[in-house]
Structures are given as structure tokens and as C-alpha cells.
């Protein structure tokens, strides 16, 4: 059984990959902006929404592959939060499909080292892991809760993520769990110089998840980079500043080649 894929709109490929524990559904206010400009892919990644019977892992080379069976060649990619690591591999393990790059409060790595101190502390990530055994919905709701801290738009941004969340059922705490893992363990730093395409990082100022420091400091590793900061914006813009974002991927698009 294949990823769920939905196709908006009409114009140049973008395909859109959501967060942790969400579904493209949640890109509703960006489809809006976007849809008589793009064609625009929405994939619900493995285990998620309504790709939780497709029996794909969710593991960066199956999702990669999955994700790339389903879209055009030549797209531009853009990933949200756990989405950018799965779009960050397919630039760099697949660039012949991959037109351009956006990173949407995304990271090469989301934790902290020694070489990397804007990251998050790991133990966030074991905390939600353990948590979700015993109180799965509670544990939800926290992340949520922490992806929506700082913007200028909190409550409205908690709603609108709480409503969202189980609207095509819930994923299984296993698939959660290594989404987790993957969030905790992954470091693709290493793949940013030999970027081919086009790329652009797009931050949320008051992000207190993924920091924009981290973002700008990703972006001078990529030899074809932009960074672009969201004022007042959280870790999810697209929701509460969705004009915002639309603006700035209209003008990464002009730039990428054809």
C-alpha cells in the first residue's frame, strides 16, 4: 500500500511534508495561499494520518523512496519540522528529482553537542518517548504545546494544531516513537555543502523548538542558501503567518532553475 497523496492546485510541483504526529492536512492555510500558483503534493508521511496502514517504515530511506514514488520528478520539496529531515535526504541522496530545497522550522539536526549548542536538549525527545505509553494523548498535547510556544498567536495556534492532530485518527505510539528517534538520533549536517539545488530555511523568530540561530547557521553550510526569519512566528508560521510564508516560497521559486 502506497503513502496517501493529494494533489491541489496547478502550476510548478511543490510537495509538502508535515511534522511529527500531523498530517498534510495541516497545511490548509498555506494550500489556501498557494493553490493557483503551485501544484501542490500533499503526503501524509508513513504511520501518519491517513498513511497509517501503508506499511512503510519510518525510516529516512523508505520514506524517501516512498514519498518520491508518488510525486513529480523536478519538484521543489519543502519539509516541516520532521518533514525537512525527510526532505533534506531526498535533496541529497536523490538531487536529479529535487528542483528545490525549503527547510520550514527544520534542521539537519534538531539536538544539541558540543559542535552544535542551539539544539534541543535530547532529553526532551526520550521524555515524550517514554510518556507515550502512559498517557498517550496527554503526551500529544504537550508537544503541541511546546511547537506553539512563543508565537505571537499561541492560543490560536494551539487550537488550530489541537483540532488537527487526530482528524484522520491517531498514529500508533511504535511509529511516534521512532519519529522521535529519528528527531533525536539524526545528523545531516554532513550533506549540506554538496547541496545542488537551491535551498531555503525559513524560521519562525519565537521558535522554542527549532531555533532560527540553528537555521542561519545551517543555511552558511549550504552553498546555495537563503534564510529567511518570520516575525512574531512560531514553530509552525505557516498557521498563523501563512501570507508570510507564501510570500517568501513564491520568491525562492522565481529563483529556482526551471
Known sequence: MSLFHDVRGQGPAL??????AMHSGLFAPLVAALQDEFELHLVD????????????????DAAVDAVAARVPER?????WSLGGLV????AAAM???VRGLVMLAANPRFVRSEDWPAGMDPSVFRGFASELGRDYRATIDRFLMLEAQGSDHVREEIRLLRDEVFAHGEAAADVLRDGLALLEGTDLRD????LAMPS???AGRRDRLVSPEAMQAAAALSPRARFHEVARAGHAPFLTHAGDVASALRAFAAECPP
Open 191 to 194: 550533506a549540506l555543502p554538496a
Open 15 to 20: 510537495v509538502l511534508l508535515h511534522g511529527w
Open 95 to 97: 538531487p536529479a528529482r
Open 45 to 60: 508521511l508513513p504511520g501518519h494520518g491517513r498513511s497509517r496502514e501503508a506499511g512503510v517504515p519510518l525510516a529516512l
Open 75 to 79: 519538484a521543489l520539496w519543502l519539509g
Open 87 to 90: 526532505a533534506l535526504h531526498a
Open 200 to 202: 531555503l530555511w525559513l
